[in-house]
T-cell receptor, first 112, second 113 residues
Framework: DAKTTQPPSMDCAEGRAANLPCNHSTISGNEYVYWYRQIHSQGPQYIIHGLKNNETNEMASLIITEDRKSSTLILPHATLRDTAVYYCIVRVPETSGSRLTFGEGTQLTVNP | DAGVIQSPRHEVTEMGQEVTLRCKPISGHDYLFWYRQTMMRGLELLIYFNNNVPIDDSGMPEDRFSAKMPNASFSTLKIQPSEPRDSAVYFC???????????FGNGTRLTVT
């Protein structure tokens, strides 16, 4: 699985968009980008994933650069409940035995 | 859908005692994973099952740890004997097929004194 780099922490004002970056410069052609988050004292929660096209769901948007070496998770209107650690993971879904390797992630703090 | 259910939520035990953690995956999911989370090492995959069969246990720290999945709706992670360094939050997760999403339970916080 390709290695990812995320900033250790970020702050965002409530109601504003939160943009969380992730670098994955060694990503290979068949690796997907996955985002999970972990709210304090809970298990990680799946947010979104993509291969090369931008993706959007009810939780967030995922923007992947054309060269696929980086991506950005966008929470369009952050709330206090979005305060969590956000993990960016790159892997091939059909290989690696379905395991997910979590890095240190980004601690997002949404301030009132 | 009740999600992945883990029990107990908290477990405090003394060194040397046997500890059993339990997990009920989401109905219909054919993959089950056990993870451990500590401040020092983050989230680590311990073992995973496919259709109740252990596929990869390379993350299990040592022989004191064992996991079973006797049927599609139940799995256990056992530590015998437990040691203080086993203190961590243990998560169970399940998924349908190889792809996402992986659904996690809320974990069992284990404290070994």
């Amino acid at each position: 699985d390709a290695k990812t780099t995320q900033p250790p922490s970020m702050d965002c004002a409530e109601g504003r968009a939160a943009n969380l970056p992730c670098n994955h410069s060694t990503i290979s052609g068949n690796e997907y980008v996955y985002w999970y988050r972990q709210i304090h004292s809970q298990g990680p929660q799946y947010i979104i994933h993509g291969l090369k096209n931008n993706e959007t769901n009810e939780m967030a948007s995922l923007i992947i650069t054309e060269d696929r070496k980086s991506s950005t998770l966008i929470l369009p209107h952050a709330t206090l409940r979005d305060t969590a650690v956000y993990y960016c993971i790159v892997r091939v879904p059909e290989t690696s035995g379905s395991r997910l390797t979590f890095g240190e992630g980004t601690q997002l703090t949404v301030n009132p | 859908d009740a999600g992945v259910i883990q029990s107990p939520r908290h477990e405090v035990t003394e060194m040397g005692q046997e500890v059993t953690l339990r997990c009920k995956p989401i109905s219909g999911h054919d993959y089950l994973f056990w993870y451990r989370q500590t401040m020092m090492r983050g989230l680590e995959l311990l073992i995973y099952f496919n259709n109740n069969v252990p596929i990869d246990d390379s993350g299990m720290p040592e022989d004191r740890f064992s996991a079973k999945m006797p049927n599609a709706s139940f799995s256990t992670l056992k530590i015998q004997p437990s040691e203080p360094r086993d203190s961590a939050v243990y998560f169970c997760a399940s998924s349908s097929g190889q792809g996402p999403p992986l659904h996690f339970g809320n974990g069992t916080r284990l404290t070994v004194t």
